[in-house]
């Protein structure tokens, strides 16, 4: 069995990682960190200083705050302390975000051969790796078998033919479809997951194949739902062990509960409803390993998108303006990830002396994408205050299923030209200072961080 559980995890309960060897992780290393203070409108500041600063900015832009990648991996650890994190690579594949995940002690879902070049590039051992698509090509097989990764998943019998063809020392975690529906924002149960009754029969032709069926996994649904539905999930994943053993095949050890977590009090809510399942169904199970694959959790709010205003049309008292990022950019996840989003005025071209707007008029408002199709509108009735062309609107919450969709559909290079990176206070809540530097292969310093 590969080694699934990192020991850089393992060792983040006894000690948290330095601030220096985050900062020093392959796909940061080199680049320009900016400390926010601690103060509420500090991300705001910071996007206010980089515009006003370099006025002919590329937009549209994004920030990643390390300091809140950091924090929900020690919630993670805190709230679900015998499950491993594997980050779904799929929501956000930002190599800065995997790097210092990887830092901390995450593994890695992958769901292809390119996220899998994408973590092994930053020097994760392919140990770390899960190869958690049920229905792969036989290319991306043969190439996992080539770098090493060894763990997949599989519901179907011609996956099994797939795998023993081509990459016959693959240990197996049978996919199986959660008994109860969680309501969760995107089902994927329609599309992945044996049924009970078709179990025993993919059991026992995995067996007859001479490939090893390490575990079990499900997937809920992705975007919170009904923590109940780990329940019915786990105590299913048991019986698929028991099913196992009755075959005469090797005891199982490895239950994969998914992903589809998000942060704040459903996150709380679903870690006692797993961590009360997982003892109930697997309270006497010796030596079992628990992965989970986060990655919402984790991406949605660590990022926010900056857009221009390109564009504005007056009609009455209704304001529409067009952005330079839309439903076939980075906001495409109005679309396909059922997001309800926000924005921010920065008016430096027609506020310059309060950007935020801070009690001005607001009139009903639209917002469109850049693109020449209709169905490109990103927001309708939402209240903003007078903007002009070269103002810019900010989107917090935007790092899930966002710029890993996005298109160049019209010609238009819809995603986010650039990432800057940014460190809040909340990880280090208690040290009054702290100075960290890392230094570029020229020689300079270039991140320098304090309180």
Same mark, same amino acid.
């Given at each position: 069995?590969?080694?699934?559980?990192?020991?850089?995890?393992?060792?983040?309960?006894?000690?948290?990682?330095?601030?220096?060897?985050?900062?020093?992780?392959?796909?940061?290393?080199?680049?320009?960190?900016?400390?926010?203070?601690?103060?509420?409108?500090?991300?705001?500041?910071?996007?206010?200083?980089?515009?006003?600063?370099?006025?002919?900015?590329?937009?549209?832009?994004?920030?990643?705050?390390?300091?809140?990648?950091?924090? !929900?991996?020690?919630?993670?650890?805190?709230?679900?302390?015998?499950?491993?994190?594997?980050?779904?690579?799929?929501?956000?594949?930002?190599?800065?975000?995997?790097?210092?995940?990887?830092?901390?002690?995450?593994?890695?879902?992958?769901?292809?051969?390119?996220?899998?070049?994408?973590?092994?590039?930053?020097?994760v051992s392919p140990d770390r790796i899960i190869y958690a698509n049920p229905c792969k090509s036989a290319s991306h097989i043969r190439y996992a078998a080539t770098v090493g990764v060894k763990v997949t998943t599989y519901d179907s019998k011609d996956e099994v033919?797939?795998?023993?063809?081509?990459?016959?020392?693959?240990?197996?975690?049978?996919?199986?479809?959660?008994?109860?529906?969680?309501?969760?924002?995107?089902?994927?149960?329609?599309?992945?997951?044996?049924?009970?009754?078709?179990?025993?029969?993919?059991?026992?032709?995995?067996?007859?194949?001479?490939?090893?069926?390490?575990?079990?996994?499900?997937?809920?649904?992705?975007?919170?739902?009904?923590?109940?539905?780990?329940?019915?999930?786990?105590?299913?994943?048991?019986?698929?062990?028991?099913?196992?053993?009755?075959?005469?095949?090797?005891?199982?050890?490895?239950?994969?509960?998914?992903?589809?977590?998000?942060?704040?009090?459903?996150?709380?809510?679903?870690?006692?409803?797993?961590?009360?399942?997982?003892?109930?169904?697997?309270?006497?199970?010796?030596?079992?390993?628990?992965?989970?694959?986060?990655?919402?959790?984790?991406?949605?709010?660590?990022?926010?998108?900056?857009?221009?205003?390109?564009?504005?049309?007056?009609?009455?008292?209704?304001?529409?303006?067009?952005?330079?990022?839309?439903?076939?950019?980075?906001?495409?996840?109005? !679309?396909?990830?059922?997001?309800?989003?926000?924005?921010?005025?920065?008016?430096?071209?027609?506020?310059?002396?309060?950007?935020?707007?801070?009690?001005?008029?607001?009139?009903?408002?639209?917002?469109?994408?850049?693109?020449?199709?209709?169905?490109?509108?990103?927001?309708?009735?939402?209240?903003?205050?007078?903007?002009?062309?070269?103002?810019?609107?900010?989107?917090?919450?935007?790092?899930?299923?966002?710029?890993?969709?996005?298109?160049?559909?019209?010609?238009?290079?819809?995603?986010?030209?650039?990432?800057?990176?940014?460190?809040?206070?909340?990880?280090?809540?208690?040290?009054?200072?702290?100075?960290?530097?890392?230094?570029?292969?020229?020689?300079?310093?270039?991140?320098?961080?304090?309180?």
């Open positions: 069995m590969p080694t699934l559980v990192s020991e850089a995890f393992q060792a983040r309960s006894a000690e948290a990682l330095s601030l220096k060897r985050v900062f020093s992780a392959s796909g940061i290393k080199g680049k320009r960190i900016t400390a926010l203070s601690p103060k509420q409108n500090a991300l705001t500041d910071f996007i206010q200083t980089l515009i006003a600063e370099n006025p002919d900015i590329d937009s549209p832009f994004g920030v990643l705050d390390l300091g809140v990648a950091m924090d !929900l991996m020690d919630k993670w650890a805190t709230k679900l302390p015998t499950v491993q994190p594997f980050y779904a690579v799929k929501c956000n594949p930002n190599l800065s975000l995997i790097g210092a995940l990887a830092t901390l002690g995450a593994s890695f879902d992958c769901a292809s051969k390119a996220e899998i070049e994408a973590v092994l590039s930053l020097g033919e797939k795998i023993r063809k081509y990459h016959p020392t693959c240990e197996l975690l049978l996919r199986i479809k959660p008994p109860q529906e969680s309501g969760a924002r995107c089902s994927l149960d329609l599309k992945f997951g044996a049924l009970p009754e078709e179990v025993p029969e993919l059991l026992s032709v995995a067996h007859a194949a001479g490939l090893k069926v390490t575990g079990v996994s499900f997937h809920i649904g992705s975007g919170g739902g009904d923590a109940q539905a780990y329940h019915g999930a786990i105590s299913a994943a048991k019986s698929v062990f028991d099913a196992a053993s009755r075959l005469g095949m090797p005891r199982m050890r490895v239950l994969d509960i998914g992903g589809g977590f998000t942060s704040g009090p459903m996150f709380d809510a679903a870690a006692m409803k797993i961590n009360a399942a997982i003892q109930d169904s697997f309270g006497n199970e010796e030596e079992l390993v628990v992965i989970g694959e986060p990655g919402r959790y984790i991406a949605e709010t660590a990022f926010t998108l900056a857009t221009k205003v390109v564009g504005k049309r007056v009609r009455g008292e209704l304001r529409e303006y067009w952005i330079d990022d839309g439903i076939y950019g980075t906001l495409n996840n109005i !679309l396909f990830d059922h997001a309800t989003v926000t924005c921010m005025p920065l008016a430096f071209t027609s506020k310059p002396e309060d950007p935020s707007c801070r009690d001005f008029k607001t009139y009903s408002s639209t917002v469109f994408g850049p693109t020449c199709d209709s169905l490109d509108t990103v927001l309708t009735d939402y209240q903003l205050p007078e903007l002009q062309t070269n103002d810019f609107l900010v989107f917090p919450n935007m790092g899930a299923y966002t710029t890993s969709c996005s298109t160049n559909f019209n010609g238009f290079s819809s995603s986010v030209n650039s990432i800057f990176l940014a460190y809040s206070q909340p990880y280090r809540a208690g040290t009054e200072h702290v100075l960290v530097e890392s230094q570029a292969e020229d020689g300079r310093f270039l991140n320098v961080f304090c309180s």
